[in-house]
């Protein structure tokens, strides 16, 4: 199985930041790697796929980058409602897999 | 808008088996692939299996023995049983669509809502 790690785990930010995740697979996966936003008690939404191409209707103040085994994820700007959990996913091979999650919050 | 609702028993007791069941409004149901995703309390998200139009399947290897998912392109619906589940087995599960890119390049652009599944005693 390919092995994603997030860092952070968590960070504290406040609204205005901008604030940058990482994610990092134990082999290349290309770019086959999306994120999504994870908030308490609602579905998660799919916000880049393809490391950095833009789900319908996602703000652009979120961006994705990277290839090969490293990959980002930066928020601008950061609004209230960004403040949630976020995950990253390899679609390169089976089983998917995704990394322990980064908390941001206030 | 794709809309994807999600439908299942919520407590179970070790032994029984999970079953619960994906519609899909709003959007066309054949030429995507439909995955099933969970959540244990306080944990990450874990991918738990995906269904091809065609009805082929890919499963997490170690949910393989006790999983089946299945389709149902009349009704725009597709299902998951776990068998023989235990505490473990809680968990928040998802059902989510499975937009392909081209090549390795997949996503879940929208998911339903989420059903609370707990084990116990």
């Known amino acids: 199985d390919i092995q994603m790690t997030q860092s952070p785990s968590s960070l504290s930010a406040s609204v205005g930041d901008t604030i940058t995740i990482t994610c990092r697979a134990s082999q290349n996966i290309g770019t086959s790697l999306n994120w999504f936003q994870v908030k308490p008690g609602r579905a998660p939404k799919l916000l880049i796929f393809a490391a950095s191409r833009f789900h319908l209707g996602v703000p652009t103040t979120f961006s994705g980058a990277g290839s090969g085994s490293v990959f980002t994820l930066t928020i601008t700007n950061l609004h209230p409602e960004d403040f949630a959990i976020y995950y990253c996913q390899q679609s390169y091979s089976f089983p998917r897999t995704f990394g322990q999650g980064t908390k941001v919050e206030v | 808008q794709v809309q994807l609702q999600q439908w299942g028993a919520g407590l179970l007791k070790p032994s029984e088996t999970l079953s619960l069941t994906c519609a899909v409004y709003g959007g066309p149901f054949s030429g995507y692939y439909w995955s099933w995703i969970r959540q244990p309390p306080g944990k990450g998200l874990e991918w738990v299996g995906e269904?091809?139009?065609?009805?082929?399947?890919n499963y997490r290897p170690s949910l393989r023995s006790r999983l089946t998912v299945s389709i149902d392109t009349s009704k725009n619906q597709f299902s998951l049983k776990l068998r023989s589940v235990t505490a473990a087995d809680t968990a928040v599960y998802y059902c989510?669509?499975?937009?392909?890119?081209?090549?390795?390049?997949?996503?879940?652009?929208?998911w339903g809502q989420g059903t609370l599944v707990t084990v116990s005693s």
């Open positions: 989510a669509r499975v937009a392909y890119c081209g090549g390795d390049c997949s996503s879940f652009d929208y």
């Open positions: 269904i091809r139009h065609s009805g082929s399947t």
